[in-house]
């Protein structure tokens, strides 16, 4: 099972908007409404931004959304602030073969 | 609120085991609630999901390390581990346990992560 392919790197001034996109297969991304979502400071474990594609815990800024179309998943950031610069997992349900699989991060910078 | 924190060996030898365990707080590893997982980070590289657990016994590994990987539950200490055979330089990083929702297909929370170096 590969990793899920994320952009590398993008970046926004403050105040903009950033859109995270998040590719997969009919496997994962597009067979399952179980995207999920994890922002990851230096040095920090992983916090969970949105699961199910969509939702968003209690405390999660609502600056955060989620969505999804066919095997691309995506994250936006909108009114980007300092502290959202970090890197950024998604993360799919891949099935009762491989279960579960990440993406391969994409680093937020806020110019 | 459910607490996880990894312990074991920051150091271990090039063929040997990776053992480590997660000491779950504030909840019961015998709860229907959650899969008891392990997720790992080699350096400056993304994330991997290793294994995760139900409180039934039900094991789920990634297929890529399943050849190498045992998750084990202890719940007369409220614990869950992880043993990864046959280590090599590749197998370095930081190990991470969290619990993945049964109802809800998600990662949280997590432990801080633990640091294993493979080197002789």
């Known amino acids: 099972q590969s990793a899920l392919t994320q952009p590398r790197s993008v970046s926004g001034s403050p105040g903009q908007s950033v859109t995270i996109s998040c590719t997969g297969t009919?496997?994962?991304?597009?067979?399952?409404?179980?995207v999920s979502w994890y922002q990851q400071h230096p040095g920090k474990a992983p916090k969970l931004m949105i699961y199910d594609v969509s939702k968003r815990p209690s405390g999660v800024p609502d600056r955060f959304s989620g969505s999804k179309s066919g095997n691309t998943a995506s994250l936006t950031i909108s009114g980007l602030q300092t502290e959202d610069e970090s890197d950024y997992y998604c993360?799919?349900?891949?099935?009762?073969?491989?279960?579960?699989?990440f993406g391969t991060g994409t680093k937020v910078t806020v110019l | 609120q459910v607490q996880l924190q990894e312990s074991g060996p920051g150091l271990v030898k090039p063929s040997q085991t990776l053992s480590l365990t997660c000491t779950v707080s504030?909840?019961?590893?015998?709860?229907?609630?959650?899969?008891w997982s392990w997720i790992r980070q080699p350096p400056g590289m993304g994330l991997e999901w290793i294994a995760y657990i139900y409180y039934s016994g039900n094991t789920y590994y990634n297929p890529s390390l399943k050849s190498r990987v045992t998750i084990s539950l202890d719940t007369s200490k409220n614990q869950f581990s992880l043993k990864l055979s046959s280590v090599t330089a590749a197998d370095t990083g930081v190990y991470y346990c969290?619990?993945?929702?049964?109802?809800?297909?998600?990662?949280?929370?997590w432990g801080q992560g633990t640091l294993v170096t493979v080197s002789s």
């Open positions: 504030g909840g019961s590893i015998s709860s229907g609630d959650y899969y």
């Open positions: 009919s496997s994962d991304v597009g067979g399952y409404n179980y």
């Open positions: 969290a619990t993945r929702g049964y109802r809800y297909v998600r990662f949280d929370p």
């Open positions: 993360c799919s349900y891949a099935g009762s073969y491989s279960f579960e699989v």
